[in-house]
């Protein structure tokens, strides 16, 4: 999948957004297929099983840096 994304799957290093239908939260925030989450509220995501505490442990929101391309992005997002 990884591969087909165009991205490198041993140089990222986050979790791959794989798929992103288009009523879900992750589109209208602007995730795409092939961004990797890097961090979410400053805390390093390696792997989903990092990333599902980390999203469901803020109340107010979250700070995500994710990997497009070669291009580093930080957003803040509310629900």
């Known amino acids: 999948?990884?591969?087909?994304l165009g991205v490198d799957p041993f140089s990222a290093?986050?979790?791959?957004v794989s798929a992103v239908a288009d009523n879900?939260?992750?589109a209208r925030m602007g995730f795409e297929p092939g961004d990797v989450i890097r961090t979410v509220n400053g805390q390093q995501i390696r792997t989903t099983a990092d990333l599902q505490p980390a999203l469901?442990?803020?109340t107010a929101g979250?700070?995500?840096t994710?990997?497009?391309g070669q291009q580093q992005i930080s957003g803040n997002f509310r629900l």
């Not at 999948?1 to 087909?4: M, R, V």
């Not at 290093?13 to 791959?16: A, C, D, I, P, S």
């Open 1 to 4: 999948a990884a591969q087909e």
């Open 13 to 16: 290093r986050g979790v791959m």
């Open 24 to 26: 879900a939260l992750a």
């Open 56 to 58: 469901s442990s803020a």
């Open 62 to 64: 979250w700070r995500v």
């Open 66 to 68: 994710i990997q497009r």
